[in-house]
């Protein structure tokens, strides 16, 4: 199975979280649009510029130049202090909503990381649209953007995410290494440094697809094992696994953005299903049974009310989460026009921890063999091959 890898990286971190924390607290101005560094004590004359505004940028100012020489290229240039707990607070939230996707996530630093999606998305689910779909949900949810590499390996998405900013999507298949990679200059490789650049141009190498195709053993004897591990970053073949943590989610959500306004109950029925498919989905992957489910809608006003239940049965059956979810729905939908829908299950325990119980019932048993056929099968053939005949009817009831 091909990898299914996402490298999500904040454009211009520091400064972004820090203009979105200001402006959440009165703030009218901001500072992503004014010339603006973060940067330390002024007063001291040691500080250093952190991270600078697009419009700082533009005056010549530098990151890791000294501020009093920043404030000498632009005097009216406004200087905020570094605030690591806003920092960790953001980098959290992104963290938690990555989880919404995948356990398997890696955090490369503190404002950056890497999703592996291989197993984790419906079959023949484009994972294009669902690193748009993350990419659009940050920028909604919480005002700043990201960048976003695509590929089917972890250095090739690393090198994506650094395309073209701010606020893009690209993609790195290895399928697409001779067009996209193999024509820039060496220096742009993962882990190819200032001090290895004069080196490998002095050899001649100066595209990264002049590394490719040099003679590994000439790039070992030069190098050494470094030699050998920038010719497979260059190739598409560092084999990268993304290091997370192994544990279980404690939650798994999903939530939809919808482009329009929407006003009857019947449609956000039907995509309420859709996402359960997905919640559900995700959870027989993970084993695991949940026992609680919590649906969220957001008006039109952005005014955001959220019911939860606690189910009568540990399950794993998308009848029985979306018949709960679809409780939950007709109790908050007041008649607003609605822009978000999301549903999430909670008090997740695992099968294997399961003793036998109510599960074993006739009718229930019935509803997970349903539900393991359609996985079974959209897995095989893709998942628009099967649906449930709630989706060739108007009325949106699970049989």
Same mark, same amino acid.
């Given at each position: ?92 939230? $992104?963290? %938690?909503? &990555?989880?919404? @996707? ?5 955090? /490369?630093?503190?404002? !950056? ?105 000439? $790039?070992? %004897?030069? &190098?050494?094992? @470094? ?5 497979? /970053?260059?190739?598409? !073949? ?162």
């Amino acid at each position: 199975m091909d990898k299914k890898i996402l490298h999500i990286d904040v454009n211009n971190a520091f400064l972004s979280w820090t203009a979105v924390e200001r402006l959440k607290s009165g703030e009218t101005v901001d500072l992503r649009t004014i010339p603006s560094v973060i940067g330390g004590d002024e007063a001291k004359r040691r500080g250093i510029v952190v991270a600078k505004s697009n419009v700082a940028k533009k005056f010549g100012i530098k990151t890791a130049e000294p501020i009093y020489i920043a404030r000498r290229k632009c005097p009216s240039i406004i200087v905020v202090p570094a605030d690591h707990k806003v920092y960790r607070k953001y980098s959290d939230q $992104l963290y %938690k909503l &990555f989880l919404e @996707y995948t356990e398997k996530v890696e955090r /490369f630093s503190i404002d !950056e990381c890497f999703l592996d999606l291989t197993g984790y998305l419906k079959p023949n689910e484009d994972i294009v649209k669902v690193g748009i779909e993350i990419k659009e949900k940050i920028k909604k949810q919480y005002g700043f953007t990201v960048n976003v590499g695509v590929s089917d390996d972890k250095i090739l998405a690393k090198v994506a995410s650094d395309f073209e900013k701010p606020d893009k999507i690209h993609t790195l298949f290895k399928s697409e290494i001779q067009e996209k990679l193999w024509p820039l200059p060496v220096s742009d490789l993962f882990m190819v440094g200032k001090k290895s650049v004069p080196k490998l141009n002095n050899m001649g190498i100066k595209t990264i697809g002049d590394l490719a195709n040099t003679e590994k053993n000439l $790039l070992l %004897k030069t &190098f050494g094992k @470094y030699g050998y591990m920038i010719w497979k /970053f260059a190739n598409g !073949e560092s084999k990268e696994e993304v290091n997370y943590l192994p544990e279980k989610p404690r939650g798994i959500g999903n939530s939809y953005t919808i482009p329009y306004d929407v006003g009857n109950i019947d449609e956000l029925q039907a995509i309420l299903l859709e996402l359960v498919e997905k919640v559900a989905y995700r959870l027989r992957k993970e084993d695991m049974y949940a026992t609680v489910v919590n649906v969220q809608l957001k008006n039109n006003n952005f005014k955001t009310v959220s019911h939860q239940k606690k189910l009568d049965v540990r399950t794993d059956t998308t009848k029985d989460i979306f018949d709960a979810a679809k409780e939950l729905l007709n109790e908050l939908y007041s008649g607003d026009l609605i822009r978000l829908i999301g549903v999430r299950v909670d008090g997740l325990v695992e099968k294997n921890e399961m003793q036998l119980s109510i599960f074993d019932m006739p009718e229930n048993t019935k509803n997970k063999k349903i539900d393991e056929t359609m996985d079974r099968l959209n897995e095989k053939f893709g998942n628009k091959i099967v649906t449930r005949a709630t989706e060739l009817n108007s009325n949106t009831d699970i049989n």
